[in-house]
């Protein structure tokens, strides 16, 4: 029959000696001669990546209102104008260029449709 965990007792160690600790050498990683910092192009400020995505969003605003009349009868007008203000100022800086070739999609969609009717 098992024994019961009420029975359980730890084993003592402490009679034991410890066996003797051995280090081991590692030999140090080469330096390389150019850093990795100086070799990468400075990645471009927050005030400069922001500024960059507001022209591009101010460029496709201008471009749907230029569609004229019969694009604004239809409803990816609105959807694009949504995208362009309310979802565009909702997202983070990163998720920002996403929306804006979101709404870059359905503008071009827009002008294919408007030059047909």
């Known amino acids: 029959m098992p024994e019961s965990p009420r029975n359980w007792r730890p084993i003592a160690f402490a009679n034991r000696p410890a066996p003797p600790l051995k280090l081991i050498a590692v030999p140090r990683r080469p330096t390389p001669a150019i850093s990795a910092k100086a070799t990468t192009p400075a ?3 927050f ?8 022209a591009h969003r101010a460029a496709l605003v201008a471009r ?3 569609l004229g009349e ?19 100022r909702r997202a983070k800086l ?6 804006l070739q ?4 359905l ?3 827009l002008e294919k449709l408007t030059t047909l009717t």
């Open 70 to 88: 019969a694009a604004q009868h239809h409803p990816g007008y609105r959807r694009a104008f949504t995208l362009l203000n309310a979802t565009f």
């Open 43 to 45: 990645r471009a400020g």
């Open 102 to 105: 979101a709404a870059a999609w």
């Open 94 to 99: 990163t998720q920002r260029l996403a929306i």
């Open 47 to 54: 005030r400069q990546r922001y500024d960059t995505i507001e």
């Open 64 to 66: 749907l209102i230029s």
């Open 107 to 109: 503008i071009d969609i």
